[in-house]
């Protein structure tokens, strides 16, 4: 594996009693890179997640770099609103050091009333807040990859750029390697280095611009679409 390489995976197959989810999938993701998964439901997307994390049984090879330390945000959490947890509770279970906590949580934007906050049950917190807590759960640790299964899941429309954003803004400031799941084609354009388009086996890989056009949306989502092109980056 070359050294700029993250993660490299080969003819990776995946299935679940004799049925197949994932079919000779390869694809390689480069360090400090942005890489984003599309394709429509059903398309094992998440089930190549738990794979490459090492969580469900597989055929083919993953392999990432020596001393990879990643952090994980799953698609969504469910809090029920009585659920006695606290965000202090919550973060405690991932590292014990206050100084750090409060780095992490400064981090993801939570610069004022921290303390009120950590107090705070998770059930009570929006989705846009909730969501934030996660991925300041997922930089404790010092990561030097993040992967994010559709991080807006269960958002308001209103704070979906501001959580991309936000991971762009921590990809930058730590130096990270950035993996996530997304159905939004303009945040593709906008964020990602790099994009796997997946509907059981690899539809296409390489730059958003170059690979993503009406030929290989049709292969995915079987249907006319159209193709926004988000032109900044």
């Known amino acids: 594996m070359e050294e700029k390489t993250l993660l490299s995976v080969k003819g990776l197959k995946v299935k679940f009693n004799s049925h197949l989810i994932i079919d000779d999938v390869s694809f390689d993701v480069e360090r ?11 398309a094992g997307k998440s089930v190549l997640f738990r794979a490459i994390l090492g969580l469900i049984p597989y055929e083919g090879t993953v392999t990432w770099a020596p001393k990879v ?117 303009q945040v593709v354009y906008k964020y990602a280095d790099g994009v796997l388009c997946l509907n059981k086996e690899k539809i296409c890989f390489g730059p958003p611009r170059e690979v993503v056009d009406k030929e290989s949306l049709a292969k995915l989502y079987g249907e006319d679409v159209s193709v926004y092109k988000h032109h900044e980056h």
């Not at 400090?32 to 059903?42: E, F, K, Q, R, V």
């Not at 750029?161 to 993996?179: A, C, G, Q």
């Open 32 to 42: 400090d890179s942005t890489l984003a998964i599309i394709g429509p439901n059903g």
């Open 69 to 185: 330390k990643i952090g994980y945000v799953p698609q969504k959490l469910f809090v029920a609103k009585d659920f006695p947890l606290t965000v202090a509770e919550f973060l405690r279970f991932k590292e014990g050091d206050n100084q750090k906590i409060d780095e992490a949580l400064v981090s993801v934007g939570f610069k004022e009333n921290k303390t009120k906050l950590l107090k705070t049950r998770l059930g009570t917190l929006s989705g846009g807040e909730l969501q934030r807590v996660l991925i300041a759960s997922a930089v404790l640790g010092s990561p030097n990859v993040l992967l994010f299964d559709e991080p807006t899941s269960g958002v308001d429309i209103s704070a979906e750029e501001t959580i991309y954003s936000l991971i762009d803004r921590l990809k930058k400031e730590k130096d990270l390697t950035i993996i996530f799941i997304s159905h939004e084609l």
